[in-house]
């Protein structure tokens, strides 16, 4: 980590150390904002860090914060963080950083805590905000649908020879439309139907509830608070966008690395855990707690046997044969025009 030797401070600029946050850099001209953007971090490259938080920077009409949050990179360069963010004149951020690795969901919960957004956009470094009004219309629909939180769609990307190609994949949620109605919960525990992490716009004092209860359980797969707030049937809505641009393959969950997998699986289990023990008496939570201990089953056959009796007990069979055969995709079509224009960061990496 570096720190400055030399920064302008005045009233809204300090750089405070502390045991538990490491390192903190606060410009921020105001107390609340409409949207807070929470880029987290680990070991990041820069050069894709500058272009997603750059798409932030292109955002209009929209009362926007920024809060990057490391999670105790060996090399965490503060000071071109500071320089890109005083170069573009722009004075809504924070930068703090935990003086230890501690995995994503402590490193986002961490960041959560300097958000002063209604709302908060989690993101990661290769994952950008697609089109300069993204937040601003995002935030009205959910601020009008009276919801907690709010699911969108994205469109995969990746690069080859520095160029950006898209590829279409089957889509997180299949059942979007669910998202409209009060049977999110079930279509999100049972059908394990869940979203793409990256697609989601929420409550900032919901976030940093739920985030709290994942802490010293779930350790890297932070996307566990939104299958909480189903559980607890918070209001949701699906909002009909692309509104993220994904680096396809490179998510923990997406990547396909079996190491990786068993992690994000022994955070799924540890989420079920938690919800188990709420022991709600529901029709969604008494499936959900069926399925969550069939997840535990150790022998394999036994375990095989529950799951194909579940999936048809459950109606889950349905949605399995409808995601095979006649599954949603993601769209391609970008706008190239703003591509060029967030790459376009003005700093040599």
Known sequence: MIIPNEINQDS???????????ILFENCEKKHYEVSLLIGTYNPDYKKLFITINSGLLQKNIDLQIVISDDGSQSFELD?????????????????????????????NNGLRYCKGDYTKLISPGDYLNGEDCLATWYEYIKNNNAVVSFSDCIHYYYENDEVKTV????????????????????????????????????????????????????YAEDNIYRLMAYNNEPACYYDKDTVLYEHGSGVSTNGNKKWLERIFADYVA????????????????????????????????????????????????????????????????????VNQIHNTGMTI
């Open 12 to 22: 809204s600029s300090e750089v405070i150390k502390s045991e538990f946050t490491g």
């Open 168 to 219: 279409s994949v089957k889509s997180d949620p299949q059942n979007n439309k669910n998202f409209y109605r009060n049977s999110w919960a079930y279509n999100y525990l049972v059908f394990d139907d869940i979203v793409t992490g990256a697609c989601t716009l929420a409550s900032t004092e919901k976030l940093q509830k739920y985030s709290d209860l994942l802490l010293g359980k779930v350790i």
């Open 80 to 108: 071109k963080l500071i320089e890109f963010f005083e170069t573009k004149q722009f004075h809504n951020y924070v930068i703090v950083s935990l003086a230890k690795n501690g995995g994503t969901t402590r490193n986002y």
């Open 271 to 338: 989420a079920d855990s938690i919800m188990l023990e709420w022991n709600k008496d529901s029709v969604v939570a008494k499936r959900f707690a069926k399925i969550a201990n069939i997840r535990k089953e150790k022998r394999v056959v036994l375990r095989k046997f529950k799951v194909l009796f579940f999936l048809i007990s459950s109606g889950k069979y349905k949605f399995v044969l409808k995601r095979k055969f006649k599954p949603r995709y993601t769209n391609v079509s970008i706008d190239m025009d703003y």
